[in-house]
C-alpha cells in the first residue's frame, strides 16, 4: 500500500521479466496476480482501466471484473479472460462432454471417456470393458485439486476397487472413467491461434544440497517461494502423502540427501499443494503445438484458452484433457524454472494493437483496490490515465527554512498540478526530499517552480538533484514522517547521478548480502533450537530408569579405564 | 439553554458526518442526498473532460461529484451543481459587478462606491450618503480589512490612515452605507426561499448562579449535540476576554439571568457563534428580494444571499452579496430551530423525477472513498448503490471459541459476500455479537448457517438468534469489525 519501495519484492531471477521483477507487491498472489499483470500492462500502455465488483450470486464470492480502453473500443475482462471470449465459449469450455463433442468433430486426439451419475458399479464396470481400453483412469465429475483421483487402473478388479473407493468412501457418487494416457501433462496458452507458453507443473519437490536435511529443505524451499507472486501462500505441507513418498525414497525427514538429487514429495502436480510450475514453452513437439491449436480453434470464439494435455509417451501424441478460460497466469509469468511468458502484453497487443509500454517505473495500488472494492462501499474504481509520453524521474533533496511555511503543500499542488506521481518526504535532518515521475514537460516545468517560485516564506539554500532508482506507486503522496530512514536506505536514498551499473551491481551485493544475512540467522535459530532439543533429550535421557540402573556400571568402567592408567 | 427549541434531521446523525467538516461536508450532504434517492454516484479527483466547473480557488477531493439517474447525469462542486454556469460563479465572486447589476435591474443593495485610497471625493460621497458608513478592500476577503459603523467625517479619516498603515497591498476601496439590522443568510433553489440563518457571534446566557467559566464551559458541552457545531467550541482567548472587560466582567463573574452576552465581535461560527434558524422571523417581501436577486443573475438556479434586514422596517432589506458556492451545513445544523434540508431542494431540483422516492437510510464511508482520490492513485470512485428496499435485521449472540481465531473476519467476508450489512463485535471473553441487516430476508438461513459452522480455528457452542426492527436509525453500508 505504501508508496515505499520496501512492500514490493525485487526479485532476481535473470530469466523473469525484468518490467515485473519490481512491480509485484508482496500482498498479491492467485487470482489477484493475473488480474493484476494485466490491469498494469494496460496502464502502463496509457489505457483507461476500471475495477468494478460484480457478486456472483452463484459462486458465493465478490469477482473482481474490469474494463480496459482506449476511449474507442473498451473490453471487459473476468480473471484473465477478455470479451473476445464470449460466453458461450466459456460454457463449452466449461462442460467436459460438450467440449469432446466440438473436439471430436475436428479431429483432434483426447483420451476417450463416459461420465456416470446413477448406474451402479457393475454396469460401468460392464460398460468400460465394452468401450474402453485398460489403463484406465476413474476421477470425481466435481472434484477438486485432485481429490479422489484414480489412476492407472489395469483390469476389472481394480476399476471395482476404485469404483467403490471413490464412490462409497469418499461420497462421489457422479465419476468420470477415461483411457488412462502415461506421459507428462502440460498447460499450453493459446492466443489468437498461436502458442505463448507451455507450462509443466512439477510435483512439490526439494533438491538435496548435501548438507540439510529434508525437513530443512522444505523449510527453505517454502521461504524461496513465499518470494515468488506464483506460489507465494501455497507451501509443502509436511502432511501423510509426503510422509509416504520420502519412505519410498527410504529417507526420513532427517535424512539429507545428496547434492544434486531431486526428491518428489507428492504424486499430484498441483501447485495449491506444492507444486512448481516449469516453464516448457521450448521443449514442447511442433506437433503437440499444433494439436493444442486445432483444440482452442475448435471451439468458436475461444481466443483465449488454456488448453491441459497429456503427451502420451508411447506415441508422442499430445492429447487434450481440458479447455479453460479464466486462465492463472502466474505460472506462466513466474515459472520456479525456465523463462517468463509475458501474455499480459500479447493480450495487449491482440485488443490494443499499436499501444506500447510508456513506462515500466511506476505501478498502482491494487490492493488498495481490492479491499475497496469488497468493503461494500464502493461500486467502481476507475485509475487515472497516463499521457502518452515517456516518463522520467527525478528526485530533488532541498535545505533551507521548509518547515512550517507551506512548502510540502506548495510542492504537494504543484505535484498534482502538473500530473506527476511521487512523493514528498519530510526527513529527519529537516531536508526534504521530493521524488516525481511524469512527461519531461512536466517534470521540468515542476523544477522550474520548484527552483524559481517557491513560496514567500520558504527560504531554499540548496537543491540536490537526483537520479530515483526505485519504483513508485501511482499518485502523489505527502510523508510527514520520514519512514524511509526506518526502512532499507538504498532504496530510499535518492541516489547523486551516478554509473547506473555500478549502482546495480551494489545493490544486487547488498540484496545478496542481506539474504544470506536472512539465511544465516534462520540457520542459527534452527541450530539453536536443535540444540535446546537435544539438551532437553539428555535431560529425559539421564532422568531415565535405564541410566540411573547403569550408573554404578559406569562409575566402576570409569575406575577400570583409570585403574590401567 | 432552557427553552431552546432545536430539530436535526434524524438521517443525518453524529455517525453519518463524522469527521468530515467544512465544504466536504456540503458535497457530502448533497451527495448523499442524491444517492440514497437512488441516483448513481461518482466521486472525481479532479475536473472532468465532460464537466469543466469553476472551482472556486479550492481542491476538488472530496468535493466533486455526479450524480446520474438512467438517462442524465450532473455535476457538482460542493454545494454548487451544473445548472449554476462558470460565468454566473465568476460574477458572484465579483461583489462590486453584482452588487452594480443587481442595483440596475431594481434589487435593493447598500449605497457605495469605489474610490481610489487617495481620493478625497469620498468624504462628500460619505455626508451624501449619511453616516454611519463602512470601508472595505475591493476585492477583499475574510472580513479582513472592513471598518464598520463610522460615523464621522474624522472616524472615517482615522479608518483611512489605519487601513492604508495595515494594508499597504490594497490601492482602491469600497465606502459603503451602514446599515443597521439584522444579516441574514437566505438560501434560494429555483423560486423558493429554502432556509433562512441568522448567524450570531459567540455568546452566553446567564442564569444568575453560575460563573462566565461555567456558562462557556455549558455552552461548549451542548454544542457537541450537534454534529457540525461540535468541533467548533468557543476558545477563551484575547478576544473573549477583552470583551468581558469591556462589559466589566471577569471569567469569574455571575451573569444575571437572561442577560445574553456576546463573546466577540465577528459571528463567525467556526469561533463559537450560533446559526439560528429564521425562515419564519423574516417577511415575505424580504424573501422576495432574495429570489429576485437569484433573477437578475443569468443561470444562477440555486445560491445563498446575504441580506440585511433593516431594523426599523422588516418589510426592507439589502442584498450584501450572493454566494454561488455557499456553504449549506448550517442550514442542516442550527444551534436553534428546525433543520432546513437544502439538499433535498437541490436535488429535487435537479432531478424532479426523484421527488418523493423512498430513501435509503443507509451511509457510505466517505473517508475511505475519498482516500485514493486525495492521493490522486485513482481517477474515479463510484458508490456501491444505496439498498432502498426494506431491510430485515437479526441479531446474533455467538458464544464458543470465535475470539483471535478469524471467525470475525470470517463473518465479515461471508456477510459482504451476501450483501449483509452490519457489525460484529466481541462481548465478553467468549463471546461475539452480531448485528446483519439485508434487503434479501432468506439469505439469512444460509448467514446463520455460517455463523454456526465458523471458520478453521473458531469452535461455536452457542448461537442465540434475535430478530429485530430496524429502527429509523442511518446504517453504514458494508460489514464492519468494529473494536473497542
Known amino acids: ?565 | 439553554m432552557a427553552g431552546r427549541n432545536v430539530e436535526l434531521k434524524d438521517n443525518l446523525t453524529e455517525e453519518v458526518v463524522e469527521g468530515i467538516k467544512g465544504f466536504k461536508l456540503c458535497a457530502y450532504s448533497v451527495a448523499l442526498e442524491g444517492w440514497r434517492r437512488g441516483l448513481k454516484l461518482t466521486w472525481y479527483k479532479d475536473e472532468t473532460d465532460l464537466c469543466k466547473m469553476h472551482r472556486a480557488g479550492g481542491s476538488t477531493q472530496g468535493k466533486f461529484f455526479s450524480l446520474s439517474s438512467e438517462d442524465k447525469s450532473h455535476y457538482f462542486l460542493r454545494s454548487r451543481g451544473d445548472g449554476v454556469t462558470n460565468k454566473a460563479v465568476n460574477l458572484c465572486g465579483n461583489k462590486e459587478s453584482t452588487l452594480k447589476l443587481l442595483k440596475k435591474q431594481g434589487v435593493p443593495t447598500p449605497e457605495g462606491n469605489i474610490f481610489d485610497i487617495d481620493d478625497d471625493q469620498m468624504f462628500k460621497y460619505a455626508e451624501s450618503i449619511g453616516f454611519p458608513v463602512i470601508i472595505k478592500p475591493l476585492n477583499g476577503s475574510m472580513g479582513r480589512g472592513v471598518y464598520t459603523n463610522i460615523n464621522s467625517i474624522e472616524a472615517l479619516k482615522d479608518a483611512l490612515d489605519d487601513f492604508k498603515d495595515k494594508y499597504k497591498r490594497y490601492k482602491s476601496i469600497i465606502l459603503e452605507k451602514h446599515h443597521h439590522g439584522q444579516e441574514y443568510r437566505v438560501y434560494v433553489v429555483g423560486e423558493k426561499v429554502v432556509a433562512v440563518t441568522n448567524r450570531i457571534p459567540a455568546n452566553i446566557t446567564g442564569d444568575g448562579v453560575q460563573s462566565v467559566r461555567k456558562l462557556i464551559e455549558e455552552k461548549n458541552e451542548a454544542r457537541k449535540d450537534n454534529p457540525y457545531l461540535a468541533p467548533k467550541p468557543i476558545k477563551i482567548d484575547y478576544e473573549v476576554k477583552l470583551a468581558l472587560k469591556n462589559n466589566g466582567l471577569d471569567m469569574d463573574s455571575i451573569l444575571p439571568e437572561g442577560q445574553v452576552l456576546y463573546l466577540r465581535e465577528k459571528s463567525n461560527l467556526s469561533s463559537g457563534g450560533d446559526p439560528i434558524e429564521a425562515n419564519d422571523k423574516i417577511s415575505e417581501e424580504v424573501k422576495q428580494i432574495a429570489i429576485d436577486a437569484l433573477k437578475v443573475v443569468p443561470s444562477l438556479p440555486h445560491a445563498g444571499v446575504d441580506i440585511i434586514v433593516d431594523s426599523e422596517d422588516n418589510r426592507k432589506g439589502v442584498v450584501l452579496e450572493i454566494n454561488a458556492t455557499a456553504e449549506i451545513s448550517f442550514h442542516l445544523f442550527p444551534w436553534e430551530g428546525k433543520a432546513r434540508d437544502v439538499p433535498g431542494a437541490i436535488i429535487d431540483y435537479y432531478f424532479p423525477e426523484s421527488v418523493g422516492k423512498r430513501k435509503s437510510l443507509a451511509y457510505f464511508d466517505y473517508h475511505s472513498i475519498i482516500e485514493p482520490l486525495k492521493t490522486w492513485a485513482s481517477e474515479e470512485v463510484v458508490v456501491a448503490p444505496a439498498p432502498r428496499k426494506e431491510m430485515h435485521r437479526k441479531c446474533l449472540t455467538v458464544n464458543g471459541k470465535v475470539q483471535k481465531v478469524g471467525y470475525m473476519n470470517y463473518i465479515r467476508r461471508q456477510a459482504l459476500k451476501r450483501n449483509i450489512h452490519g457489525t460484529i463485535r466481541k462481548d465478553g471473553p467468549k463471546q461475539v455479537k452480531i448485528d446483519a441487516m439485508s434487503t434479501d430476508e432468506k439469505i439469512f438461513d444460509e448467514f446463520i448457517d455460517v455463523c454456526y459452522k465458523g471458520s478453521k480455528k473458531s469452535r461455536v457452542d452457542h448461537v442465540k438468534i434475535e430478530d429485530k426492527k430496524m429502527a429509523y436509525t442511518p446504517y453504514k453500508m458494508g460489514f464492519v469489525v468494529e473494536t473497542e
Open chain 1, 1 to 565: 500500500m505504501k508508496k515505499i519501495v520496501k512492500d514490493v519484492i525485487f526479485l532476481n531471477n535473470d530469466e523473469w521479466l525484468d518490467h515485473l521483477k519490481d512491480s509485484i507487491p508482496a500482498t498479491i498472489s492467485g487470482d489477484k496476480l493475473s488480474i493484476y499483470a494485466i490491469a498494469l500492462e494496460a496502464w502502463r500502455r496509457g489505457l483507461k482501466v476500471s475495477f468494478y465488483e460484480f457478486k456472483s450470486k452463484f459462486r458465493k464470492k465478490i469477482i473482481i471484473n474490469y474494463t480496459i480502453s482506449d476511449g474507442t473500443r473498451e473490453v471487459k475482462f473476468t480473471y484473465s479472460t477478455g470479451s473476445d471470449v464470449t460466453g458461450r465459449a466459456k460454457g463449452i469450455s466449461s462442460s467436459k462432454t460438450r467440449t469432446k463433442k466440438y473436439l471430436e468433430s475436428e479431429g483432434v486426439p483426447f483420451p476417450k471417456g463416459q461420465k456416470f451419475t446413477s448406474k451402479s458399479n457393475d454396469e460401468i464396470i460392464e460398460y468400460a470393458e465394452n468401450h474402453l481400453d485398460f489403463p484406465i483412469v476413474v476421477k470425481p465429475a466435481s472434484g477438486k485439486m485432485g481429490r479422489g483421483v484414480v489412476a492407472n487402473i489395469r483390469n476389472k478388479e481394480e476399476l471395482k476397487n476404485a469404483l467403490e473407493y471413490v464412490r462409497e468412501r469418499l461420497g462421489f457418487n457422479e465419476v468420470i472413467l477415461e483411457e488412462f494416457i502415461p506421459g507428462e501433462e502440460y498447460r499450453i496458452y493459446v492466443l489468437n491461434g498461436e502458442v505463448l507458453a507451455g507450462l509443466n507443473r512439477m510435483p512439490a519437490n526439494v533438491v538435496g544440497d548435501g548438507v540439510n536435511s529434508l525437513r530443512k529443505l522444505i523449510k527453505i524451499k517454502n521461504a524461496e517461494r513465499e518470494q515468488i507472486p506464483s506460489v507465494r501462500g501455497r507451501s509443502i505441507k509436511i502432511d501423510s502423502e509426503v510422509k509416504r513418498n520420502i519412505k519410498d525414497y527410504d529417507y526420513t525427514l532427517d535424512s539429507v540427501p545428496q547434492k544434486g538429487e531431486k526428491i518428489l514429495l507428492r504424486k499430484n502436480s498441483n501447485l495449491s499443494t506444492g507444486g512448481d510450475p516449469v516453464d516448457a514453452t521450448e521443449i514442447l513437439d511442433g506437433k503437440v503445438k499444433e494439436v493444442a491449436v486445432k483444440a482452442a480453434k475448435s471451439v468458436p470464439d475461444l481466443v483465449e484458452c488454456g488448453v491441459d494435455l497429456i503427451v502420451d509417451e508411447r506415441d508422442g501424441i499430445g492429447k487434450v484433457i481440458e479447455l479453460n478460460t479464466s486462465v492463472g497466469l502466474g505460472g506462466h509469468l513466474f515459472p520456479l524454472e525456465g523463462k517468463s511468458r509475458d501474455i499480459p502484453s500479447a493480450l495487449m497487443d491482440y485488443y490494443f494493437p499499436g499501444t506500447e509500454r510508456i513506462t515500466t517505473d511506476l505501478y498502482f495500488d491494487f490492493t488498495k483496490v481490492t479491499e475497496m472494492l469488497k468493503s461494500g462501499n464502493v461500486h467502481e474504481i476507475i485509475l487515472p490515465v497516463l499521457p502518452q509520453e515517456k516518463i522520467i524521474k527525478k528526485s530533488f533533496i532541498t535545505k533551507g527554512k521548509l518547515e512550517k511555511v507551506g512548502f510540502v503543500n506548495f510542492v504537494r499542488k504543484k505535484a498534482r498540478y502538473f500530473n506527476l506521481n511521487g512523493f514528498v518526504e519530510m526527513r529527519s535532518d529537516k531536508s526534504v526530499l521530493i521524488v516525481v515521475a511524469g512527461t519531461e514537460r512536466s517534470v521540468n516545468n515542476f523544477q522550474e517552480i520548484l527552483t524559481k517560485y517557491p513560496p514567500k516564506r520558504v527560504r531554499i539554500d540548496n537543491i540536490t538533484e537526483g537520479k530515483w532508482q526505485g519504483i513508485l506507486e501511482a499518485g502523489f503522496e505527502v510523508i510527514r514522517t520520514a519512514k524511509s530512514e526506518k526502512a532499507e536506505p538504498e532504496q530510499r536514498v535518492a541516489i547523486p547521478v551516478v554509473d547506473d551499473g555500478h549502482l546495480q551491481k551494489l545493490k544486487k551485493t547488498n540484496t545478496n548480502l542481506k539474504k544470506t544475512n536472512v539465511d544465516l540467522n534462520k540457520t542459527n535459530k534452527d541450530l539453536e533450537k536443535e540444540i535446546a532439543r537435544l539438551k532437553k533429550e539428555n535431560e529425559n535421557f539421564q532422568r531415565s530408569k535405564s541410566w540411573q540402573v547403569t550408573r554404578p556400571l559406569r562409575l566402576l568402567s570409569k575406575k577400570m579405564v583409570k585403574r590401567k592408567n
